[in-house]
T-cell receptor, first 111, second 114 residues
């Protein structure tokens, strides 16, 4: 089956830049989503990649390499409110095109 | 504010109770979903409705019964639940079930089964 890997936890400093990586199995790949989830709240959509390259949205950017089965989420000018879990999810043809979720990366921002 | 509304926000029920979770969206989305999420785990898909028809049931026990009265509403009927069913139940919608439609989540119902 599909196996999505993300680091469990990362720590960064306010104002800095952090990169959260996500790797997945390339067979059946049909797009990759990044979501942000604050504790006790619902996930919110951040970005979508289906073609190779970088998608930029303000302070957040997401990159995809389909041949390598690799994506990253780049967060710039970190703010305390960016402390949250970041979930990578792959749309996979072998699961009726439903999302397969990574376990999430808990990002801790320190002053 | 989320555009997917879920009620109630919190629910405590006994193992013999019958209750319902409700979800509403007015974005014209044609796909609606129920997910279950345990603490520190990713969301786990339960059901998918596409154009008001059940298209995916991820082998969910029959004590969970979904219903889609119309394109804007999605219910989850609960009966004879177990304590291990305690979790955050998330409703989501998307324009369709095709490739580039992101899911929009409601704020969830925090369910506790006693």
């Amino acid at each position: 089956g599909q196996n999505i890997d993300q680091p469990t936890e990362m720590t960064a400093t306010e104002g800095a830049i952090v990169q959260i990586n996500c790797t997945y199995q390339t067979s059946g790949f049909n797009g990759l989503f990044w979501y942000q989830q604050h504790a006790g709240e619902a996930p919110t959509f951040l970005s979508y990649n289906v073609l190779d390259g970088l998608e930029e949205k303000g302070r957040f950017s997401s990159f995809l390499s389909r041949s390598k089965g690799y994506s990253y989420l780049l967060l710039k000018e970190l703010q305390m409110k960016d402390s949250a879990s970041y979930l990578c999810a792959v749309r996979w043809s072998h699961s009726n095109y439903q999302l397969i979720w990574g376990a999430g990366t808990k990002l801790i921002i320190k002053p | 504010d989320t555009e997917v509304t879920q009620t109630p926000k919190h629910l405590v029920m006994g193992m013999t109770n019958k209750k319902s979770l409700k979800c509403e969206q007015h974005m014209g989305h044609r796909a609606m979903y129920w997910y279950k999420q345990k603490a520190k785990k990713p969301p786990e898909l339960m059901f998918v409705y596409s154009y008001e028809k059940l298209s995916i049931n991820e082998s969910v026990p029959s004590r969970f019964s979904p219903e889609c009265p119309n394109s804007s509403l999605l219910n989850l009927h609960l009966h004879a639940l177990q304590p291990e069913d305690s979790a955050l139940y998330l409703c989501a919608s998307s324009q369709g079930t095709d490739n580039n439609s992101p899911l929009h989540f409601g704020n969830g119902t925090r369910l506790t089964v006693t």
